[in-house]
């Protein structure tokens, strides 16, 4: 499974932009990059997902190199409901959709008010 | 309406015994995913069901055995409980295809005593 690092943790305060980091510097031609994260207390969510070209839904931004061996997810104006653990996942588009999600370690984010 | 609900949300139980945890989905997803959580934080991937058939068994000892009544069913028995079984189990669901999100249940705490 190609891998992805993240920061173990950062800090952002209430209503404040938040960019949080992935290397997958061994990401294949048909890796999709996913990010999921977890509140506490509850299981993982789906957040945003990209191959190239940036990415933007309602919860967040996706930015990806253009090497793509990194991206940043962004949250535009953080809350303290965003105080989660995040995950960069890279899943294969030629496995079919029903393979596993491999999650690392994550970052924790931490949002002040 | 919860889309993955799990039951029971704890479950508290003696070394030995047997216990089960069901899964439902009403998003009419035809894939289905077991998950454990660690003390550690760590999420790893148990199973998997597509259509009702087994697609990944990682390395999971034989006391665990799920069952996929249907498609929107993914119950996870456990035989004779050990200590190291304690963990938050979720279960997810996709459809499956490239890149759909996996939809997660709140999980279900394990305590072995």
């Known amino acids: 499974d190609a891998k992805t690092t993240q920061p173990n943790s950062m800090e952002s305060n209430e209503e404040e932009p938040v960019h949080l980091p992935c290397n997958h510097s061994?990401?294949?031609?048909?890796?999709?990059i996913h990010w999921y994260r977890q509140l506490p207390s509850q299981g993982p969510e789906y957040v945003i997902h990209?191959?190239?070209s940036n990415v933007n839904n309602r919860m967040a931004s996706l930015a990806i190199a253009e090497d793509r061996k990194s991206s940043t997810l962004i949250l535009h104006r953080a809350t303290l409901r965003d105080a989660a653990v995040y995950y960069c996942?890279?899943?294969?588009?030629?496995?079919?959709?029903?393979?596993?999600?491999?999650f690392g370690k994550g970052t924790k984010l931490t949002v002040n008010p | 309406d919860t889309a993955v609900s799990q039951t029971p949300k704890y479950l508290v139980t003696q070394m030995g015994n047997d216990k089960s945890i069901k899964c439902e989905q009403n998003?009419?997803?035809?894939?289905m995913y077991w998950y454990k959580q660690d003390s550690k934080k760590f999420l790893k991937i148990m199973f998997s069901?597509?259509?009702?058939?087994?697609?990944i068994n990682e390395t999971v000892p034989n006391r665990f055995s799920p069952k996929s009544p249907d498609k929107a069913h993914l119950n996870l028995h456990i035989n004779s409980l050990e200590l190291g079984d304690s963990a938050v189990y979720f279960c997810?669901?996709?459809?499956?295809?490239?890149?759909?999100?996996?939809?997660f249940g709140d999980g279900t705490r394990l305590s072995i005593l």
């Open positions: 997810a669901s996709s459809q499956g295809k490239a890149n759909q999100p996996q939809h």
């Open positions: 061994t990401i294949s031609g048909t890796d999709y």
């Open positions: 990209g191959l190239t």
């Open positions: 996942i890279l899943r294969d588009a030629t496995q079919g959709g029903s393979e596993k999600l491999v």
């Open positions: 998003l009419g997803h035809d894939t």
């Open positions: 069901y597509n259509n009702k058939e087994l697609i």
